[in-house]
């Protein structure tokens, strides 16, 4: 009997686990701004160790970076960024609130608002009534401008038009402009990878939905260099690679679907771009990660700012080119998430009421709980030593207080797939109770064994 997850009850249950606070709070908060707590940390480096697992270490093609987040400021003129990189912003006068002009035509109206210029939207917002300040009701609206959503700064102790630099909006760009390098110090050929995750920065409008949407977040992208003609299969491969990682760790699939952008409406550098999508029960289908083909746009545009020669040399047919990229680009705070919401159950189970987090293990922020029946010796000596014998291979966690149906609810909220107990039998037979959160069934196995069991249940 499960119930429909509400942003307030996943904001509230965040931080009364310690997932994720507002960041500042003490302060009143600041708006945009999350702090992941012990539980979300966790989970959301499992989050980022899945895709690196999967996108690098798992394959013999994709190699590793982590560049800087300011960069030569050269950079974002190449990649468009500096000139393009907008949003369009329309003021109300009455509220002196800010919108994002899209939105708010697309949530008054059933028009697309995506791709139009600032001045038809200017004009279908003065005209259509539908169309009003959500926060007053007012309809009186300065025209429509083009707003970067780049954060500059500057280096050095000299705040003069010279010295702006850039927070990075995105983690790509760090990528292209080490093509040579990876190429010249790896023994890379193309078809192959270069996989990057961090921090990135948007000045975004109208940030919201929790960590949906946040000035600062990350990102995990890979830029997958291919042979020119051979993008479009290569597009189909990496949609089925991103869709069954969703699908190996558990999202369900009916929560989960692509949405193909229109020709149209596609980015500058984009000959097709492929969302998957999230269900979230409170705004609906949402991206969780774009899939694009980029051509050979960015690394033409840093060829020509920078004058280097990007091109990629193929030894066994002589010829050079400049490889085409198909980029997987996700966000693992809106990833996490997902899962977060996709995972929320409430549940009565033999007329008991319990709240459990169905995390795949791989995610779960602690695989294991370790329970004496009693905090005293010899119960507690021989728990004490399982759990020290188990925690240095992934977060384990020890709780000797409370009854253990307390407990297990307490874990089972906590996500965490399996719980342990040690008893006073445990003493005499040298074996221990092992539940799974799931289906809440109990099995004796040797203690011996717990450490291997444990092993091949998480990474099953
Ligand atoms: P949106 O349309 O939602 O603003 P986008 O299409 O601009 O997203 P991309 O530039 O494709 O996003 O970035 C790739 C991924 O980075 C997104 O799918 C998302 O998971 C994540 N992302 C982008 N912007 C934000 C943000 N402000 N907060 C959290 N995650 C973000």
Redesign the pocket.
Known sequence: MSQTVTMDKIVAFCKRRGFVYQSSEIYGGIRSSYDYGPLGVEMKRNVKEEWWRRTVHMRDDVVGLDAAIIMHPRVWEASGHVGGFNDMLVESRTSGRRYRADHLIEDATELDAEGMSAEEMTRIIQEDERIKDPVDGGRSFAPVRPFNLMFETYTGPVKAPENVVYLR??TAQGIFVNFKNVMQTSRVKVPFGIAQQGK?F?N?IT?GNF???????????MEFFVEPGTDEEWHEYWLKERWNWYMNLGLKAENLRSYEHPKEKLSHYSKR?V??EYNFPFRGW?????I?NRTDYDLKQHAAFSGENLEYFDQATNNRYFPYVIEP???????MLAFLVDAYTEEVVNGEERTVLKLHPRLAPTKAAVFPLSKKEPVSTVAKQLYDDLKGDYRVFYDDSGSIGRRYRRQDEAGTPFCVTVDFDTMEDKQVTIRDRDTMEQERIPIQAVRERLHNLISG
């Open positions: 909006p995105e990135s948007r975004e940030p960590i949906f949407r946040t000035r600062e977040f990350e990102q995990m992208e771009t969302d998957l949402s991206e969780l990660e774009g694009a680009a996700a966000g693992p705070d809106r990833i």
